[in-house]
């Protein structure tokens, strides 16, 4: 895995991959400075006559639910709709499912008309997309969630949509159904900036760009995880995110190598 890891990461930077994105106003400047900081490039093209002409000139799809307009309902469904029929990986990140209604109809919806490569939310999103009579309060999700009711729900999902979960937390939970793993990198202070979600989203689904599958998407956990830790500071939650930054431009193989650490579960 390691070595597939590296190879991923390297094809990015060789490539140099179109990344379409739609996503929110909240997270659209971090999202595409980490794009860029792994070597990808980042369109955050969101307008509806557009959307489909982008999309099938993109590697990959990242597609974000936070902040939801009308525009870029109409256009998240027109952009994954096209990647569908040019076979072009696409992330949907489910976000604020687990607290609206609108936004959980919305996903069903979704989904009857096209299935993403993988589908990304944190433990409550998931559980949400899983079990219709759960919900949370905001978009982050609820400590007090077990693990393994998340794997369970998380593989179940995989399996009957026959797709990729990711379900981001104090672990990250990435399955397809038949492989379950866990990883284990990450820090505290990443919850503590706004938009780091988001953030991971975007780099999963570059990734997937090079290799659309379960690997992919381990790449973009171990990545940011490590880059958290290797970012944490006493200074501030200001001086972190500048250093995250830092950390997802100049992270090396030695460093993933000697950091990494995922579970088979």
Avoid: W
Wanted: hydrophobic letters at 40%.
């Amino acid at each position: 895995m390691q070595q597939t890891i590296r190879n991923i990461r390297q094809t990015v930077r060789d490539q140099k991959p179109l990344i379409h994105c739609i996503t929110n106003p909240i997270s659209i400047h971090q999202c595409a400075n980490a794009i860029l900081a792994i070597g990808a490039r980042p369109m955050m093209a969101e307008h509806p006559k557009e959307a489909a002409e982008i999309t099938r000139t993109a590697g990959s799809l990242m597609l974000n639910l936070g902040n939801i307009t009308d525009a870029r309902m109409e256009s998240v469904l027109i952009s994954a709709e096209a990647a569908q029929e040019q076979g072009i990986p696409f992330l949907l990140d489910a976000v604020g499912i687990a607290c609206s209604t609108l936004r959980r109809e919305y996903v069903q919806g979704l989904l009857s008309r096209a299935v993403p490569t993988v589908i990304k939310g944190n433990y409550s999103e998931i559980l949400a997309l899983y079990q219709q009579s759960y919900h949370s309060s905001g978009v982050d999700a609820d400590s007090a969630l077990d693990i393994r009711t998340v794997d369970h729900a998380a593989a179940s999902l995989a399996r009957s949509l026959k797709t990729i979960l990711l379900a981001s937390g104090r672990v990250d939970i990435v399955t397809d159904g038949t492989r379950l793993y866990h990883i284990h990198n990450g820090t505290p202070q990443l919850s503590q900036v706004t938009g780091t979600g988001c953030l991971l989203g975007a780099l999963c689904a570059a990734y997937l760009s090079a290799k659309p599958g379960l690997e992919a998407v381990l790449t973009g956990c171990g990545v940011l995880g490590i880059c958290g830790e290797l970012a944490r500071t006493d200074r501030g939650t200001g001086t972190f995110l500048c250093s995250l930054m830092d950390a997802l431009s100049t992270l090396t193989d030695a460093d993933l190598e000697q950091h990494l650490i995922l579970t088979l579960d």
